[in-house]
C-alpha cells in the first residue's frame, strides 16, 4: 500500500478509540476520510467537526462519491464489525483495497520505529505515558493511542522530526502479529479473549509468537514472572522489569500525602526522585515500562523525570472526576478479572480508611462466563459493589450466563446489589458514599457525566 497514491480513507467502525487515531491520521495528511459507526458519540462528533465524513446507517447509499473508486481508496475496517456488514461486503464485492486497523499500523512499524506496549492490561497507560516523555523530550514521536491523553485531549500525537511511534499492540484477534516492533514492552499475559484462542496456551503461543516479531537490532522489556517464553531473533536485546526487581525497577518508595516517589533503578541509568503525575500504586509499574521505552528511544533523564511528574494520565484509566476530603468519585476502564484487583488495590492503599464502593458492568457475555469466579474475587476486595447487566458489544447473549453468576461468588458478608442501567441513579442517590468508582468497558462511562452532576455539591 502506497500511501502517497491514496486519495481516500473509508472506515467502517470509525469511532473506536483505536480507530479513530487512525481517521486522524489520514486527515492529518490531506487525505479524503468518511466513515460508518454504529452509533454517535463525542468521539464521532469530534472527528466530523475535524473533517471526517461520518454517517450512522448501514447503507452502501450513504457512502460519499469521494470513496467508491477502488484505485485510490484504502478500506480500514475494525474486527468488531460482522463479516455481513453491508457496506463491507459492497467494497469486498467491488475489489477495493480492504486492510484491518491492526495492518495499517504494521505498515507503520515498517517505516518507522516502532515502540510497542502489549499485554492483558496496562497497554494504555503505558504507551500513553512512554508517549509523553518522548513527546516533551527533545527526541519527540508520533503515537496512535488507545485512550484519549489527559495532557493533550486525544489519542494521536504527530512528530515531523521524530522516526519513532508508539502504538498499542493489541492481542485482540491477534491484530498485533501484524506489527514489527523496534522495542515492546509485555506488561501482562493473563488469560482474555478466549473466545478468539480458545485456551490458556493458545494465548500464550501468540505472545510468543509476537516477540519473534521483534526487529534484530530491537528490544523486548517483559514483566518478571510472566508464563510465556519469548522467542526473539537473533540481536534483540531483552530485558525485565517490576515494581521491586529486574533490570529496570523501583526503590525507595515514598506514598503519602497525597504523592507517591520513588527512585529508578536502570541499567541505562538510574534516576532518583521520580514522581508520579498521577500518583497512583499500579502506575509506579506502569511508569517503570514507559520509563525504559523512553531510555531506549534517547531522551535524558532530566526530560524524563519533568515529564513523569506531569503526566495527567488517561481518560477512563483511573480517572478523578471528584477528588475531596469527603469524596473521591472515579472512572476506570478496567474489564479483567486482574485489572479490576489492580484498581481496588491502589485505590485501598491510597484511601486506608474509606467505604470503597464501585459499580461495576461486566463486558462480553463471553469473558463473564470464562472468569466470573475471578472477577468475583477480585470484586470481593470491595467495601460494596453494584453489578450491572452484562454489556454485549459484539456477542449474543449465552444462555444462563447473566451478572447473577458472579454475584453469587462475591463475598457473603459484603454489600452487593444487581441492579439495571435504568435503576443506577436513583440507587446511587440513597447510598452514602465515600469512595466510588465505575468499572468496565461498555457504556457505563456515557452515566459519569450524570453521577458527577448528583455528587459534585455533596
Known sequence: MNINILKAVYFIGAGGIGMSALVRYFLSKGKKVGGYDRTPSELTEKLIAEGAAIHYEENVSAIPEDFLDPE???????????????????????GFNIQKRAQVLGMLTRTERGLCVAGTHGKTTTST??????????????????????????????????????IEADEFDRSFHWLTPYATVITATDPDHLDIYGTEEAYL??????????????FLIIHKGLAMQPDVQPGVTTYTYSIEEGDFHATNIRIGGGEIQFDYISPLGNICDIRLGVPVYVNIENGIAAMALAQIAGATAEEIKTAMA?????????????????????????????????????????????????????????????????????????DEVILLDIYPARELPIPGVTSRLIYD?????????????????DLLKKKHLEVLVTLGAGDIDNFVPQIYEMLKDR
Open 72 to 94: 485510490t481508496t484504502l478500506i480500514v475496517y475494525t474486527p468488531a464489525i460482522p463479516a455481513t456488514h453491508k457496506e463491507f461486503v459492497y467494497f469486498q464485492e467491488k
Open 205 to 218: 503461543e501468540s505472545f510468543r509468537k509476537y516477540t519473534s516479531l521483534i526487529r534484530p537490532d530491537g
Open 129 to 166: 505515558m512512554a508517549a509523553h516523555l518522548l513527546h516533551q523530550s527533545h527526541i519527540g514521536c508520533n503515537a496512535f493511542l488507545g485512550g484519549i491523553s489527559k495532557n493533550y485531549g486525544t489519542n494521536l500525537l504527530l512528530s515531523d522530526k521524530s522516526d519513532f511511534v508508539v
Open 409 to 425: 461468588n462475591l463475598r457473603p458478608d459484603m454489600e452487593k446489589t444487581l441492579c439495571t442501567k435504568e435503576e443506577l441513579l
Open 310 to 382: 506531569s503526566f495527567g494520565g488517561v481518560d477512563r484509566r483511573f480517572d478523578f472526576k471528584i477528588k475531596n476530603d469527603h469524596l473521591a468519585f472515579l472512572s476506570d476502564y478496567a474489564h479483567h478479572p486482574e485489572e479490576i484487583r489492580k484498581s481496588i488495590t491502589s485505590l485501598k492503599a491510597l484511601y486506608p480508611d474509606r467505604k470503597i464502593t464501585a459499580v461495576f458492568q461486566p463486558h462480553l457475555y463471553t469473558r463473564t462466563r470464562d472468569f466470573y469466579k475471578e472477577f468475583a474475587e477480585s470484586l470481593s476486595l470491595l
